[in-house]
């Protein structure tokens, strides 16, 4: 059972959203919030797989609350999700390492998709988003390289982060075990002085390996 935190400051779309969510027997809503700061609070008082956070509301936006659920909860995955597609927004939210930005007009399937793509350590962007976001970390970085003490093998495992692939489906295309891609994905880290998973995802496509 995958535990979600909901964190929505219009109680209808929270209510629909946790009934989009809830017609998977694998995820169950086991919170909800009002705003950022309660969020927070649900999350201090009770363990929760994955926080799903509006980008706009109250007293605490999601951006800030993602901030802090980052630093004080590193294993917890954090999907934004919103109606604003703007650039600046997408950005903002993956600087601190979040699995996910979602649109809320979006579909049931691509929601479910995303929470459970998030819990097994793939980046999930919806195709606006990432019509948008792509194109800005390619014009930022067009000169960046590859790391030159990365292996043929690390090359290959940082381009399928950069696809989004989680850590079975990049064993299950390269032939490795799930245990081999992971010691890998740290070693990858430590070469790049990265933090997470969508730092490296976002490197692989200013890398051009994407």
Same mark, same amino acid.
């Given at each position: 059972?995958?535990?979600?935190?909901?964190?929505?400051? =219009?109680?209808? &779309?929270?209510?629909?959203?946790? !009934?989009?969510? *809830? +017609?998977?027997? *694998?995820?169950? @809503?086991?919170? *909800?919030?009002?705003?950022? #700061?309660?969020?927070?609070?649900?999350?201090?008082?009770?363990?929760?797989? &994955?926080?799903?956070?509006?980008?706009?509301?109250?007293?605490?936006?999601?951006?800030?609350? $993602? #901030?802090?659920?980052?630093?004080?909860?590193? =294993?917890? /995955?954090?999907?934004?999700?919103? +109606?604003?597609?703007?650039?600046?927004?997408?950005?903002? !939210?993956?600087?601190?390492? %979040?699995?996910?930005?979602?649109?809320?007009?979006?579909? +049931?399937?691509?929601?479910?998709? !995303?929470?459970?793509?998030? @819990?097994?350590? $793939?980046?999930?962007?919806?195709?606006?988003? $990432?019509? /948008?976001?792509?194109?800005?970390?390619?014009?930022?970085? =067009?000169?960046?390289?590859?790391?030159?003490?990365?292996?043929?093998? *690390?090359?290959?495992?940082?381009?399928?982060?950069?696809?989004?692939?989680?850590? /079975?489906?990049?064993?299950?295309?390269?032939?490795?075990? %799930?245990? +081999?891609?992971?010691?890998?994905?740290?070693?990858?880290?430590? #070469?790049?002085?990265?933090?997470?998973?969508?730092?490296? $995802?976002?490197?692989?496509?200013?890398?051009?390996? &994407?």
């Amino acid at each position: 059972m995958i535990k979600v935190v909901l964190a929505e400051d =219009q109680v209808m &779309v929270r209510q629909g959203l946790k !009934a989009m969510i *809830e +017609t998977d027997p *694998e995820v169950k @809503v086991k919170g *909800e919030a009002g705003n950022g #700061k309660e969020a927070v609070e649900l999350c201090e008082k009770h363990h929760f797989d &994955v926080a799903i956070l509006d980008i706009r509301m109250p007293e605490m936006d999601g951006i800030e609350a $993602a #901030k802090i659920l980052r630093m004080r909860f590193p =294993q917890m /995955k954090i999907l934004m999700l919103t +109606t604003f597609d703007d650039e600046q927004y997408v950005m903002d !939210a993956l600087k601190l390492g %979040v699995s996910g930005y979602m649109l809320k007009n979006g579909d +049931t399937e691509s929601l479910l998709r !995303a929470i459970k793509d998030s @819990v097994k350590g $793939a980046l999930s962007l919806e195709g606006q988003v $990432a019509a /948008k976001v792509v194109p800005a970390l390619l014009h930022n970085e =067009q000169d960046q390289s590859v790391h030159p003490d990365l292996t043929p093998r *690390e090359r290959g495992i940082l381009k399928c982060i950069g696809e989004g692939l989680n850590n /079975k489906e990049i064993a299950d295309r390269l032939g490795l075990s %799930v245990g +081999t891609v992971k010691n890998q994905i740290s070693h990858i880290l430590d #070469k790049l002085e990265l933090r997470d998973r969508t730092q490296l $995802a976002i490197y692989a496509i200013r890398s051009r390996l &994407v």
